[in-house]
């Protein structure tokens, strides 16, 4: 299962989460490894996204 976020805007004195991720379009999905840091930023809808998304997915549990 997969997180979804939509923040546009952030609690008093903090940013906002598409500003901490440099979020400029929609949909942006963000893979994020498990010690916190981005792997990849997939930016736009469509099956070439998806696809990609899902490769890198299973390439890093694999290398697990």
């Known amino acids: 299962s997969w997180a979804h976020v939509l923040a546009e805007h952030g609690e008093p004195n903090k940013a906002a989460i598409p500003a901490l991720y440099s979020v ?3 949909p942006t ?3 994020i490894n ?3 840091r981005i792997v990849k930023k997939f930016v736009g809808s469509g099956q070439a996204n998806a696809d990609a ?3 890198l997915v ?3 549990l ?3």
Request: proline fraction near 0%; aromatic fraction near 6%; glycine fraction near 6%.
């Open 24 to 26: 400029n379009a929609y």
């Open 29 to 31: 999905k963000i893979l």
């Open 34 to 36: 498990k010690d916190g």
């Open 53 to 55: 998304l899902d490769n």
């Open 58 to 60: 299973s390439q890093l």
């Open 62 to 64: 694999q290398a697990d």
